[in-house]
């Protein structure tokens, strides 16, 4: 079932920690995420100070809808 809910959280929290960790000046992730089901794995663009764009991961970790994420080395 797709969640608005769910993606504002997400992009919330990693927002939160690579804006905070001064790794990237701006997150953008889907507005609506259309699987929120354990093991959903979807992506959110980072922008670095730098002013490149990169990849961060989003996993759903469990039905609970815990999730965790990585930036993308490339």
Do not use: H, Y
Request: proline letters at 5%; a negative charge.
């Amino acid at each position: 079932m797709p969640s608005v809910t769910k993606a504002l959280e997400v992009q919330g929290a990693v927002s939160d920690d690579l804006i905070g960790s001064g790794a990237a000046t701006a997150v953008t992730c889907p507005p609506i995420l259309e699987a929120t089901a354990a093991g959903s794995v979807f992506t959110c663009d980072a922008v670095t100070p730098a002013g490149d764009t990169v990849n961060v991961w989003v996993s759903i970790d469990d039905e609970a809808g815990n999730f965790s994420w990585a930036l993308s080395n490339r």
